[in-house]
């Protein structure tokens, strides 16, 4: 057995779990790979990845500059698992899957064909820039020319991405400045993270290391003229907006791989205010290291204090730090990882909040268009055309007339009466391949990854943008300037164009003609469904040396491996897992069946909304406040569905008769409201009789807050919150689900949503699960109970915390004999709360006597 290690630079006395914890988790970075470590909410997690994983680091540091010895020998040592030395990504398979032409595929694009891309103007026709020389001039494109693409243009090309168009000199650390082996560390939100930093701080590592977070635009902006636009997207387009619109001056054109040539020009100084000052960047560098560790908060205002751009300062910082805070996207992204200068290689990827990792990183290259935005796009570049048509070269009209040609092809199916392969209602769904899709709008034949490459290279995005500004502002069209956005509109373009560029299997194409009153939903949309993360996540574990999933709930283990390294046999993944520091008699878990009045609960889809459902769950509580002391949070499905108990409580007077007890707060859908409810709770909670706080569960309440003590001495989950089964998005996901491990002529045959329109009916969403044997099932099943977890978990945060846990439904219950039963909700619960589940009471009478029995223990003990 492994001798115990000590780790000194943990805080307080460790608890045996957190010992246990912090030991695997050094042994696992010592051996590498993909390793997952679970330990439920409240138990010190944080803390325990802080100090063996920094303890680990600091340990490497002292073998060499890498971190490793040369015994060690990462690429290809003894103590490298077999299945990390004989997993190898092919190079150029790579390449093929993104450029859609693979030889398998019925369907090749074509290079482009005079026939099939019309010019408007003939190659012949050149105009000098001389003769450009108008008011305008600033936004005619330079010349581009492309005969032929070598593999390695088409390789960078295929990688574009819109997030990543940030000003060149961004990557301006040097090989020397790299801080060598590194530990990056991510989570979902920037609370979360900032959380993670206070625990940081009260280690010795906050001083010892060199620590640098990294948050987004819109949580570390200082400029306030771009802050005002307030909406995040906004806010991204702008800051980009003023680093490409620099005065410029023309240079010498600069080659692009195999006969490419464009234009390029040499910037003047940026025009945001706050990165005029090279030296002040450098400043604030140097200060970032010679403070503690700082969160997002405190580089915001070293920035302000500094008079200097805190998120580029940050980002600027990173290469040459021990240890990388930063958000999930940033660093599961590939391009944002190039775009903010970081390399993995050999170094330790540690992901917190893990449970949603798979669907995470699927939603992070999602892909979405909607008419308006195509239109807006199209109308774009035709006007832009007509003003420069006569000063174009003959290169710049070919792809112009592509990118045209594309539009108005993506735009027929939302505009036209019937769906793709013409099944019927045209106010519904459609879903696709990828190769289907190109086929049946006759687009089969462009080849995308070239117009990526001239997106990207000609800057067309900036220009055609910046002329449409112009014309807006001569036109004194400053109000509808100011409510649309030509740059997030290409922006959805440009991605809709990157998600075309992915294996035919890897994804679905959704056309939908959804009639909606909203302004974004008018007239449809079109939208790309990610629905393998395997190929995106081996590019994170193909370069790291070891990459940590942790997490409160991270079973069922099986399902993640599926998912995201199918590679690794399930022998050989590295798992730890441990219990509650919470004694037993601290927790007191309850299916509810029944309420006061004897009605059974059901919460499914076609009861939940009955008028006695929703006053049987109001009578329910009228009857806790009056037992349960200080706080207690309800959770509900969705804000509709707490929307609708809430308008009915207050009908009827039970609302009223709850709040002669308690205060009843409510989640606001606005994440910038939720601090201040929060206030409103705790005060109500400190101040007066107690509160309720109506909560939703995937709401920010049921993730990354915590709610010890007083708090929280009650949550009450209501139902079983199984996602929508009218999500066509879902629906898809599990069909692929399903098919894991099974031969393509042993699918199962889930033809509903592939073969006809879609119309978002729930039984007929029922219907595509029923077909289900087993995983697609038991993956819907586990969304539901993930989410469960993460929300029940909130109450109990360290070993004095105690609270009551109330599952609110009959199918919680159930019958003892099926509760053995893998799909039974019970199953699936953490086991510090299984083991404990009072699984029937003989009615409500029962349930309440055992909360006042509990809760007057508690009081006098």
């Not at 539901?784 to 109330?806: F, P, T, W």
């Not at 589940?837 to 009081?859: A, M």
Request: hydrophobic letters at 35%; proline letters at 3%; a neutral charge.
């Amino acid at each position: 057995m492994t001798e115990k290690r000590e780790f000194a630079a943990f805080p307080y006395k460790p608890y045996s779990i957190q010992v246990d914890f912090m030991n695997a988790l050094y042994q696992f970075l010592d051996k590498g790979g993909v390793s997952m470590l679970e330990s439920p909410t409240g138990t010190g997690k944080s803390l325990s990845i802080i100090c063996s994983s920094l303890q680990w680091l600091l340990d490497r540091k002292e073998k060499g500059p890498s971190g490793f010895t040369d015994s060690d020998k990462l690429d290809g040592n003894d103590d490298e698992p077999d299945w990390m030395r004989n997993f190898t990504v092919d190079d150029k398979a790579h390449d093929d899957d993104k450029t859609i032409k693979h030889s398998k595929s019925p369907f090749r694009l074509k290079k482009h064909s005079k026939e099939k891309v019309p010019q408007l103007l003939s190659d012949s026709d050149s105009v000098s820039k001389q003769e450009a020389e108008l008011n305008d001039g600033e936004f005619l494109l330079e010349d581009y020319e492309s005969e032929e693409e070598s593999s390695s243009k088409r390789k960078h090309a295929a990688g574009f991405d819109s997030s990543s168009e940030d000003e060149d000199d961004d990557k301006e650390c040097s090989d020397d400045e790299q801080g060598g082996l590194q530990v990056f560390f991510c989570s979902r939100t920037h609370s979360q993270l900032s959380q993670f930093v206070k625990e940081l701080r009260k280690t010795v590592f906050a001083h010892k290391i060199k620590v640098v977070c990294l948050g987004s635009r819109n949580n570390m902006c200082i400029n306030q003229d771009v802050l005002k636009l307030g909406n995040a997207a906004r806010i991204n387009e702008r800051c980009l907006d003023l680093q490409k619109k620099k005065k410029s001056q023309p240079s010498k054109k600069k080659n692009f791989g195999t006969n490419v040539r464009v234009g390029r020009t040499k910037a003047a100084s940026c025009r945001c205010p706050m990165l005029k000052k090279h030296k002040l960047q450098r400043e604030f560098k140097a200060e970032i290291f010679q403070q503690e560790a700082m969160d997002i908060e405190d580089l915001v205002q070293l920035g302000r204090d500094m008079t200097t751009c805190p998120y580029y300062g940050s980002r600027r910082t990173a290469p040459a730090a021990d240890l990388v805070i930063l958000p999930y996207q940033s660093l599961l992204s590939k391009s944002s990882r190039e775009s903010l200068g970081l390399s993995l290689k050999n170094s330790v990827v540690i992901i917190d909040e893990a449970h949603n990792l798979a669907d995470t990183l699927l939603t992070m290259h999602d892909a979405k268009i909607t008419m308006s935005q195509l239109e807006d796009v199209h109308c774009s570049i035709e006007n832009c055309l007509a003003r420069f048509q006569n000063l174009l070269g003959a290169g710049n009209r070919r792809y112009i007339q592509t990118l045209l040609i594309l539009i108005r092809a993506l735009l027929k199916p939302l505009a036209s009466d019937r769906n793709l392969n013409n099944t019927g209602n045209p106010s519904g769904c459609c879903s696709m391949a990828i190769y289907d899709f190109l086929f049946s709008l006759s687009i089969d034949n462009i080849n995308v990854v070239k117009l990526l490459a001239y997106i990207k290279e000609s800057n067309i995005i900036h220009k055609v943008c910046g002329y449409g500004d112009r014309v807006a502002m001569l036109q004194k069209d400053a109000v509808s300037h100011e409510e649309t956005s030509k740059l997030s509109s290409f922006r959805a373009f440009s991605g809709m164009l990157v998600a075309l560029t992915h294996n035919n299997g890897d994804g679905r194409i959704i056309i939908s003609k959804m009639s909606s009153s909203t302004s974004d939903q008018q007239g449809g949309y079109i939208k790309y469904v990610m629905l393998t993360g395997a190929k995106l996540f081996s590019e994170v574990v193909e370069e790291a040396h070891a990459v940590i999933l942790a997490g409160g709930t991270l079973q069922p283990i099986e399902e993640t491996r599926e998912r995201l390294f199918p590679w690794i046999p399930s022998n050989q993944l590295q798992f730890f897992s441990c219990s509650h520091i919470v004694p037993p008699e601290s927790i007191m878990p309850i299916a509810v069946s029944h309420g006061p009045s004897g009605q059974s609960f059901d919460f499914s889809h076609s009861s939940r909304s009955s008028a006695a459902m929703i006053q049987e769950l109001g009578l329910l509580m009228s009857n806790l406040v009056a037992v349960v002391p200080e706080g207690v949070i309800v959770f509900f499905s969705s804000f509709e569905y707490e929307t609708q108990v809430h308008t009915a409580w207050s009908k009827s007077g039970i609302l009223s008769r709850i709040m002669k007890k308690k205060r009843v707060l409510r989640e606001p859908r606005r994440n910038t409201e939720v601090e201040g409810v929060l206030r409103e709770y705790k005060e109500a909670i400190e101040k007066e009789r107690g509160a309720i706080m109506l909560a939703v569960v995937g709401g920010k309440v049921s993730e990354g807050i915590n709610f010890s003590d007083g708090m929280c001495r009650c949550v009450v989950m209501v139902g079983l919150p199984y996602p929508s089964p009218s999500d066509i998005e879902l629906l898809e996901r599990i069909k692929h689900i399903e098919g894991f491990g099974v031969s393509d002529s042993a699918k199962p045959c889930l033809t509903l949503v592939d073969d006809s329109y879609y119309s978002g009916d729930v039984r007929a969403g029922f219907d595509v699960l029923r077909s289900c044997k087993r995983r697609g099932k038991e993956y819907y099943e586990n969304l539901c109970m993930k989410a469960v977890n993460q929300s029940i978990g909130r109450a109990i945060r360290h070993e004095k915390d105690y609270a009551a846990i109330l599952l609110v439904d009959a199918r919680y219950s159930n019958d003892p004999s099926k509760r053995t039963s893998h799909s039974h909700p019970s199953s699936k619960l953490p086991k510090w709360i299984k083991d404990g589940l009072i699984y029937s009471t003989k009615g409500y009478g029962d349930v309440h006597r055992l909360l006042h029995q509990f809760f007057k223990h508690k009081k006098s003990s």
